[in-house]
C-alpha cells in the first residue's frame, strides 16, 4: 500500500503508512510513536516536526486543494 499524505485544512499534513520514516538532514530518524502520524505545517508546534495541535492556537489558515484531474480528452 502507498504512502498518503492528508493536507488538513488548516491543520497538520497526516502520513497515513506502515512504513514512512522522517529523518533530519543528517539522515538521523526521528522515532515514531505511533501511526498514523501528524507532521507540522503552521511552523508553530513545539514538537517539530510533528504536530502538536498548536496551529488551532495561532489560527493557522491554509486551504489548498489538489488541482481537478484532467478527462481522457486533456480538458
Not at 15 to 20: I, Q
Not at 47 to 74: L, N, V, Y
Amino acid at each position: 500500500m502507498p504512502t498518503v499524505i492528508k493536507v488538513r485544512p488548516n491543520g497538520s499534513l497526516l502520513v497515513e503508512s506502515d512504513d514512512a520514516v522522517v529523518v533530519d538532514w543528517n539522515g538521523n530518524a526521528y522515532p515514531l510513536a505511533k501511526r498514523p502520524f501528524s507532521l507540522c505545517r503552521c511552523g508553530a508546534s513545539s514538537r517539530k516536526p510533528f504536530c502538536d495541535g498548536m496551529h488551532k492556537q495561532i489560527g493557522f489558515c491554509a486551504e489548498e486543494a489538489a488541482p481537478p484531474a484532467a478527462t481522457p480528452d486533456g480538458q
